[in-house]
């Protein structure tokens, strides 16, 4: 896909004003991505990952009061769309690397310009993966944290997802996600199960954003959205 027009959205975060990078016009975005993958528009391949979701933000206002680990030297974001939870990660834990991964490569341009906005663009890495694969050799039981927000959109994620970071963790490692709890909630929490331990489920309401957040949820109504945040550790 050609580079994407990109617009700039203030965000606050931690009581400061920070600007997050997202598409510009999304209707656009998703008519050149339909062209692009010749009309075979999937839950599989989700080009949604170019605006800033609520689980994102939820996740970002918890991380700011208490830290998933105390300290953390390496941490994965898988789904990373635009980078905002990479770049508050690498506020938060100012001696981590940060790997930004998605699938959708196109989203590289969005993490660096975030990097770039939040002054964190010598710690936060873009990387494209595909959870259907194996998890690159280098970072096999290598990170402290894995984190993800808004990823279960295709049952082939439920399948997929849970191994591939249980995978990426080190032993006494820890596996932090944000979701909406849409339908295939349920089935993820289960296929989690499988690979991990249920330390922690809360429950936050997010206010949804009009300023590109989630501008056609609230043009349906919406007005917040209940997020579930699972904390879980390898098994």
Not at 77 to 103: M, N, Q, R, T, W
Not at 126 to 146: G, M, N, Y
Not at 175 to 201: G, I
């Amino acid at each position: 896909m050609s580079k994407l027009n990109q617009r700039s959205i203030p965000v606050q975060w931690q009581g400061q004003d920070y600007s997050v990078w997202v598409v510009d016009n999304f209707d656009g975005y998703l008519d050149a991505f339909a062209l692009e993958v010749g009309g075979n528009l999937t839950d599989e391949r989700c080009p949604f990952g170019v605006l800033l979701w609520p689980s994102s933000r939820s996740l970002a206002d918890i991380f700011a009061e208490v830290k998933p680990l105390p300290e953390a030297k390496l941490i994965v974001e898988l789904g990373c769309g635009v980078g905002f939870l990479s770049c508050v990660l690498a506020k938060i834990y100012p001696e981590a690397k940060i790997y930004a991964c998605d699938y959708e490569e196109s989203l590289g341009s969005f993490v660096e310009q975030n990097a770039r906005a939040w002054g964190v663009e010598d710690r936060v890495e873009f990387r494209a993966i595909d959870w259907r694969r194996e998890p690159p050799s280098d970072l096999l039981s290598k990170a402290d944290l894995v984190v993800g927000a808004d990823l279960f959109y295709d049952d082939s994620h439920l399948e997929h997802l849970p191994p591939f970071a249980s995978q990426l963790l080190k032993a006494g490692g820890t596996l932090v996600l944000a979701d909406p709890r849409r339908f295939r909630f349920s089935k993820a929490l289960e296929e989690l199960q499988k690979h991990f331990h249920l330390l922690e489920q809360r429950e936050e309401d997010c206010a949804l954003d009009k300023e590109g957040i989630e501008e056609f949820m609230i043009g349906a109504g919406y007005r917040e959205q209940k997020i579930s945040i699972l904390t879980l550790s390898r098994i």
